[in-house]
């Protein structure tokens, strides 16, 4: 594992820029590189002014040009370039607590909203849907003439609202109430003057609107997915914190983006990045997405896109929402028909209606012959004939699929079968590509590569029937997403909840597909992947939950989103992965997420700043535990809670292998619901589990609540049992008249 940490866009971008992190030498010939460094008042002294903080962060400094960023709100400390030399004194310093190095460099909806059961249009002038709202996203900036982010018909923010748009007067507006531009490197050399927080890759512009744009009739992509664009909160303000140079996001950068969203007042904070899972300490972000959760803001982040192995999941604190992907019911289809007859669907989002129906000869890439060719790589066609061919290429090997099409088509290849991977399943993309192709799953995929190894002349083609709605299974998880369970914390059960994050279409800057397509009046949109598309639907969700309940706590509202989640799927049957089998909790969490539902849960399990505290001092050291806490933290003064008894409205339980058969061996979860439906109401449990593997009794078995935001404290007893499985997955429900309150419960066993 290397030290450093780089932090990456999580969607499947259609190419990949990179910008090495540059590590200028200082004046006197060392190197100079950019720290996080986090420091503790004496006494826990108070700063009168934000400047006198300042002052104070510049003393630990050699001199004033070293300071990137000062922390005011979510985190104490600062960003500065340093020598190793000038950390090392500072870490001698009183006041000093700890240093991580900032490196980074990245490597890498018009149904959803319907998928989701809401009613975009016809509730589009009622309150409700996000009003009075602010959802601050952190990403790459924002192309603000988008209609997406028109005001109309939206009043002006609340006045809590401190933020400002550093675009010329007249870009931001009712919608677009903020943005900003936190890119060191970008602001250098400007004076001072605000450098405007421009999307020049069209990440944050997409998951902005996804988040919380506005509607946008007759939206499409090449002319597919036609419908009515809008994000989940149609009524939310959207503030945009750029902390992306192109594709390159660092830490210090993001750390002054959520500092200056919660000082502006956003009530929800959307993250659709991640860097490389780390001790909750040493990641400034989550150290950060602590802060902004103490002071009541909503914080959701991406799972990752490191799926389908186990463990692979990011962003793992208890006090974020982590979200993984799902698919949706539409499909953007191209058929593959080879010359012995049989056809397979796969999807592409460029659909040429000029394309010949004859068919092609058909090759398959690896015959090149060159290192690396199966996966099309730029350069790796050269001196291989596929003129007016049809190349299969494999999917993966670190190259964009549209990379991939461009390759095929400059070699001069009629088009492109994109193949998948075993571990990719039946997972595919409708890609923007620029030449006719399809992407076709695992299964069809040796299909296609047996045809071509079984005669000596392989052919097919490839044909374009465009949209399809209510394909199945859907929902079902991508093989990208991020699965548990959780490395840094085996006591919380991760990801928290799945939601649409696969051909999301969303608002775009610039027009996509082949250059040679005309260029069409109206708003441009794209069609991508990824969870840091699925973050940004949960992140609106969770602005609909606070409009409707604003003095619910970020605990509250992630309670609510994780106890009504679906765990079927249209059809009723228990939700798929990418392999069509059913999809286990590390890969959907509470489930798949039910917005409407969402709202009212019925009973909400809580949790304070202050739990989170007590349940760190479980997992690490006082000094650690100060840093996250921002305030000097004695652990051994405070009674530490556990990872199960964390008020989680999950339930993640591991025994040793020594307890299985053994009695005495039980492990007692203690939780704790309020009421926040109807009074009075009655609550009994159930339990689901697998016969016979584990045996759960949950005491009291009834709750009875006379009051409204009555608070009830039960124990579910997990029995080892006979299990011969690694883990048991299963779930806890409170079931009254009116809803159902569903707890997951993975038990593991070492
Ligand atoms: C302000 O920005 C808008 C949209 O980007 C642009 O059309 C307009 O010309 C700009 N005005 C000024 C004064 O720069
Ligand atoms: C800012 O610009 C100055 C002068 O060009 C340069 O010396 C310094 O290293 C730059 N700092 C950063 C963080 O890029
Ligand atoms: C992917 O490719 C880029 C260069 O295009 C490289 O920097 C990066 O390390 C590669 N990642 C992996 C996992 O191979
Ligand atoms: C392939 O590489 C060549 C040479 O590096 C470059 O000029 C060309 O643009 C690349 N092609 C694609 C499709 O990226
Ligand atoms: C097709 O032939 C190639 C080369 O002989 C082999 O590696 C591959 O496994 C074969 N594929 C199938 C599906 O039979
Ligand atoms: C932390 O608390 C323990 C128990 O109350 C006490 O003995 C110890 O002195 C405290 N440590 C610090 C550094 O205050
Ligand atoms: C537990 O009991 C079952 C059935 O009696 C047996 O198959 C299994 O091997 C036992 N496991 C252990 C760890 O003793």
Not at 127 to 136: E, H, N, S, T
Request: some cysteine.
């Amino acid at each position: 594992m290397e030290s450093s940490r780089s932090l990456v866009l999580l969607s499947l971008l259609p190419s990949l820029l990179l910008v090495a992190i540059a590590t200028e030498p200082s004046a006197g010939g060392e190197l100079l590189s950019t720290f996080i460094v986090h420091v503790q008042p004496q006494e826990n002294h108070e700063f009168g002014t934000a400047d006198d903080r300042t002052a104070w962060y510049q003393s630990f400094l050699p001199d004033n040009g070293r300071l990137l960023h000062a922390y005011h709100h979510v985190v104490t400390g600062f960003a500065a370039r340093l020598t190793r030399q000038e950390l090392a004194a500072i870490s001698a310093m009183p006041g000093f607590l700890s240093a991580v190095p900032d490196s980074t460099y990245t490597v890498q909806t018009t149904h959803s909203p319907e998928f989701l059961g809401l009613n975009v249009e016809a509730q589009q002038n009622q309150p409700g849907l996000g009003a009075g709202v602010i959802v601050g996203v952190i990403d790459t900036g924002i192309f603000p003439d988008h209609p997406s982010f028109s005001d109309h018909g939206m009043p002006p923010p609340p006045a809590k609202w401190k933020g400002r748009c550093d675009f010329n007067g007249t870009t931001c507006n009712n919608k677009l109430i903020g943005a900003r531009n936190f890119v060191a490197a970008l602001n250098n050399g400007t004076s001072g003057v605000p450098v405007p927080p421009v999307d020049l890759v069209g990440h944050g512009t997409h998951t902005s609107s996804t988040a919380a744009g506005a509607v946008v009739p007759g939206a499409n992509v090449l002319g597919q997915a036609m419908g009515s664009a809008s994000g989940m909160a149609t009524r939310a303000h959207l503030a945009m914190y750029k902390v992306c140079y192109t594709n390159r996001c660092s830490d210090s950068d993001m750390l002054a983006g959520v500092d200056t969203a919660v000082a502006d007042g956003c009530d929800v904070i959307s993250i659709s990045l991640a860097g490389p899972a780390l001790p909750f300490h040493q990641d400034p972000v989550l150290v950060a997405t602590f802060g902004a959760v103490e002071k009541g803001v909503f914080v959701s982040m991406a799972a990752g896109n490191s799926g389908p192995v186990e463990s692979s999941l990011l962003n793992e604190a208890p006090w974020i929402l982590t979200v993984a992907a799902s698919t949706v019911d539409r499909s953007i289809r191209s058929t593959v028909q080879l010359g012995n007859g049989v056809s397979f669907h796969g999807e592409s989002l460029y659909q040429p209606h000029d394309s010949p129906a004859l068919f092609s000869p058909l090759v398959h890439a690896a015959a090149s012959g060159k290192p690396l060719a199966e996966f099309c790589g730029n350069g790796t066609l050269d001196g291989f004939d596929v003129k007016g061919k049809m190349v299969l290429c494999e999917s993966g090997g670190n190259i964009s699929a549209t990379l991939k099409g461009r390759v095929v088509q400059s070699a001069g290849g009629a088009g492109m079968i994109l193949k998948n991977q075993f571990l990719q399943g039946y997972s595919t993309f409708a890609d923007a590509h620029v030449l006719p192709a399809s992407h076709v799953g695992y299964t069809a995929s040796t299909a296609i590569e047996s045809y071509i190894n079984s005669t000596a002349n392989p052919v097919a083609r490839i044909s374009f029937p465009g949209t399809i709605l209510g394909t199945s299974p859907a929902p079902s998880i991508v093989f990208f997403s991020s699965r548990g369970p959780s490395r840094q914390h085996t006591g919380i059960l991760k990801p928290d909840i799945a939601g649409p994050g696969v051909n999301v279409l969303a608002a775009w800057p610039f027009q996509v597909g082949p250059p040679s397509t005309p260029v069409l009046p109206g708003p441009t949109f794209n069609i991508i992947s990824g969870t840091s598309m699925s973050t940004p639907h949960l992140s609106g969700i969770a602005a609909v939950i606070k409009s409707k309940h604003s003095d619910w706590s970020p605990a509250a509202i992630k309670s609510a989103i994780m106890t009504t989640a679906e765990i079927t799927d249209r059809s009723g049957n228990p939700i798929l992965n990418e392999q069509r089998a059913p999809a286990n909790l590390f890969a959907t969490g509470a489930g798949h997420v039910n917005p409407t539902k969402a709202v009212d849960p019925g009973l909400v399990y809580d949790i304070t700043p202050a739990d989170y505290i007590s349940h760190l001092c479980g997992m690490y050291k006082s000094q650690e535990v100060s840093v996250i806490a921002r305030k000097p933290v004695n652990c051994s003064a405070i009674v530490a809670i556990d990872g199960n008894h964390l008020n989680y409205p999950s339930i993640a339980v591991a025994f040793p292998p020594s307890s299985r058969n053994s009695s005495g061996a039980e492990v007692v979860v203690k939780r704790k619901v309020r009421n926040v439906g109807e009074v009075p109401s009655v609550y009994y449990s159930a339990v689901d589990m697998p016969d016979n593997a584990v045996s759960i009794d949950v005491f009291p078995c009834k709750l009875t609540f006379t009051k409204p935001n009555q608070e009830i404290d039960f124990e579910v007893v997990v029995w080892p049992g006979q299990s011969g499985s690694k883990v048991v997955q299963g779930a806890l429900r409170w079931v009254s008249e009116m809803h159902t309150v569903r707890s997951p419960i993975s038990v593991t066993f070492a």
